[in-house]
């Protein structure tokens, strides 16, 4: 006779979400996330840098809300976990204002066990650019192979065995790596979760983002639009819609600048040869990236560079000369001169 099947009860889980400017994504994100806080009765906690401004934005999804200085990064994202601390929660799911999550990872998470000092994460994750409109994965974004710093949840037990601090320094950037390390130093386990079809992790490379859209191009397995459709509904036609307003938005404010830039080489590149299987590239071969992800990759060894493109060379432009560019003037004749006959 089999006994019964006991099954666990679910985790109260907390997600934060620090913010700064770039309220259109911003505005995606929160509507997607209030549309999952009321399906799986997750609590959101947000902070933001702009006062009324930012605090009215979170206030129209009834998110918790914390006014606090943007920089460094670190600290803000460490003040926001605070909020969470004696609330009862069983793990914490910390993601970016331009970050999207299936249910599929939350639902993940309500199952997850909790009762150890872990930290969750995946293996990797989706990018999707607004200035290319590109949707890939695969990238060398995770060439470490720690889990992505996105979607990551920190159980009780490693929150409260570091006090409710995830970094130890003032960081704006590298938040990831750090963050692991200090993990790791406290003897937390880190479970891997595999990144396949059933879960999707978007990363949105928009305006102000602390990693640049060209990460995109690095990634070797590309994707359709309607992934975004099939996990992420709610935001689908919005994120689309902000691909053409970002490329329309760029060239009229070229045109309201006192004094422009345009370029006449392409931004600066590199042509690397993979030294060791990373993040879907294998060893041998070739490819052109960024020159920052490039001369980043050679100095921790998975890549090295076989030869570069020139840097950009930058041409000062008149506004009137890139408003002539943007629409060009119409050439008008010039009329006609008429003489009066004098009467004799």
């Not at 019964?4 to 309220?23: G, Q, S, T």
């Not at 793990?91 to 204002?97: A, D, E, L, P, Q």
């Not at 386990?189 to 983002?209: A, G, T």
């Amino acid at each position: 006779m089999y006994g019964l099947l006991v099954v666990k009860d679910m985790n109260k889980l907390a997600i934060i979400v620090p913010f700064y400017k770039r309220h259109s994504i911003t505005e995606l994100c929160f509507k997607n996330l209030c549309s999952q806080a009321t399906k799986y009765n997750i609590d959101v906690y947000t902070v933001g840098s702009e006062g009324v401004v930012s605090e009215s934005l979170a206030k129209k999804y009834e998110f918790n809300y914390l006014e606090f200085e943007n920089l460094p990064i670190s600290r803000k994202f460490d003040a926001l976990l605070g909020q969470t601390k004696g609330k009862g929660y069983d793990g914490v799911i910390i993601i970016g204002s331009d970050n999207f999550i299936s249910d599929s990872v939350i639902e993940y998470y309500l199952k997850a066990d909790t009762s150890i000092n872990a930290m969750y994460g995946f293996t990797d994750l989706h990018f999707y650019s607004t200035e290319n409109r590109k949707l890939a994965t695969k990238g060398a974004y995770n060439y470490t192979g720690m889990s992505v710093g996105v979607a990551r949840m920190y159980t009780k037990e490693l929150l409260e065995k570091a006090n409710y601090s995830l970094w130890r320094v003032d960081l704006n950037s590298g938040l990831d790596s750090s963050s692991h390390r200090l993990m790791m130093s406290l003897g937390t386990k880190e479970i891997k979760i595999k990144y396949d079809e059933k879960y999707f992790i978007l990363d949105v490379k928009h305006e102000l983002n602390i990693t640049r859209h060209e990460i995109v191009n690095t990634c070797v397995d590309v994707k359709k639009h309607d992934l975004i459709n099939k996990w992420c509904p709610f935001i689908y036609n919005d994120l689309l819609e902000l691909s053409n307003q970002t490329i329309t938005n760029k060239t009229i404010n070229n045109t309201k600048n006192k004094v422009m830039k345009k370029t006449k080489n392409p931004r600066a590149t590199v042509k690397i040869e993979i030294l060791k299987n990373v993040a879907g590239m294998e060893k041998g071969e070739t490819r052109t990236v960024a020159k920052a992800i490039g001369e980043s990759g050679q100095i921790k060894g998975w890549c090295k560079i076989i030869t570069s493109t020139p840097e950009k060379v930058i041409v000062e432009t008149t506004k009137k000369e890139v408003i002539e560019k943007v629409e060009p003037v119409k050439e008008v004749k010039p009329k006609a001169k008429t003489t009066k006959k004098s009467k004799k």
